[in-house]
């Protein structure tokens, strides 16, 4: 029991944003942080921007803040560069155009303190998310990877809010995310890959921030999207959860559907556009493969 209380007492929350030429944005996420009930014990920006009003703004209005240039070749690579500079014990990434609620660390630390017994510090906490008025919760992929079959009650959470989960930062030890993932999706790559090595979600249904989607970069982003679905669907199918057949039925499916949407949505050039999709999934694949294969032979 003496441990459990030590364990509480000395949790400490870090903050990462990764931002990439939305300083306004940013600034107000950064005034949002300055209003917790709970003290934050470092907040660190890691910045893909292409200019450097980004750097002047933290630099010159956050002072305290940690301050990093981010590698530019994608937001997993982005959060990954971030987790490098983290002391604290549990870390929470927020988008640059979210807001963080006054009382979140309190509600989150609740549920850490309530579940801190059973779990320890395999623990993930996510909370929920205001997007414009309407409130998102966690929601399980469906065959083809779209994030929309919602949890039933007793249903083991495999997926998260990324603007409002928790994670132990023991887990970045484990894991990290997959810089393959430029964008989407690798919110639900890092948790799917949590569960499969022995961590629990929990939700924190009181513990909710503000996320008012920005439409700057969308057309820098939007083009990743089917790629990170169709990469991170298969590699949960196959390699996390070890279900092959269920994988290929996936993959034959979702080049299915892609090639017949995009057909529909474009015509001729929505058809190459979508081979285009698929092959550079297939590419991740292997790659990722590869890298795996690799990592093992080192550790012969």
């Known amino acids: 029991m003496k ?33 917790s009930d709970t003290p934050i014990t ?18 010159s209005h956050f002072p305290s803040v ?46 850490i303190k309530k579940n801190n017994e059973l779990y320890g510090n395999k623990l993930i906490v996510t909370g929920l998310e205001n997007k414009n008025g309407s409130i998102i919760f966690p929601h399980d992929q469906t065959f083809l990877g779209f994030q929309s ?20 930062v023991f887990l970045f030890k484990e894991i990290l995310f997959d810089e393959q993932l430029i964008y989407g999706y690798e919110e639900v790559d890092i948790a799917t890959r949590a569960v499969q090595k022995g961590y629990a979600i929990v939700l924190a249904q009181e513990a909710i921030n503000f996320h008012y989607p ?21 590699k949960r199918y196959l390699f996390t959860e070890g279900k092959w057949l269920k994988a290929l039925s996936f993959f034959i499916a979702a080049i299915i559907h892609t090639t017949l949407h995009c057909a529909r949505v474009e015509g ?17 694949i292997m790659i990722d493969r590869k890298q795996y294969t690799l990592s093992l032979r080192r550790k012969m």
């Open 3 to 35: 441990k459990l209380k030590e364990n509480l007492q000395n949790i400490r929350f870090s903050v990462c944003i990764c931002t990439r030429n939305r300083p306004d944005d940013l600034n107000q996420a950064l005034q949002s942080l300055e209003y």
């Open 42 to 59: 470092e907040v660190i920006v890691s910045d893909d921007s292409t200019d450097e009003r980004t750097e002047q703004l933290v630099k």
């Open 66 to 111: 940690k301050y990093l240039r981010g590698p530019r070749i994608g937001l997993s690579a982005n959060r990954n560069n971030a987790i490098k500079a983290v002391s604290g014990t549990h870390l929470l990434f927020i988008d640059d155009d979210v807001k963080l609620s006054r009382d979140y660390f309190v509600q989150i630390f609740n549920v």
């Open 149 to 168: 079959r919602p949890y039933k009650d007793g249903d083991t959470i495999k997926t998260i809010v990324i603007n409002s989960t928790v994670f132990p």
């Open 214 to 234: 920005s439409e700057i970069n969308r057309d820098f982003y939007k083009p990743h999207i089917v790629t990170s679905r169709l990469y991170a669907t298969f």
């Open 268 to 284: 001729v050039r929505g058809v190459l556009s979508a081979l285009r999709t698929i092959r550079k999934s297939i590419n991740y």
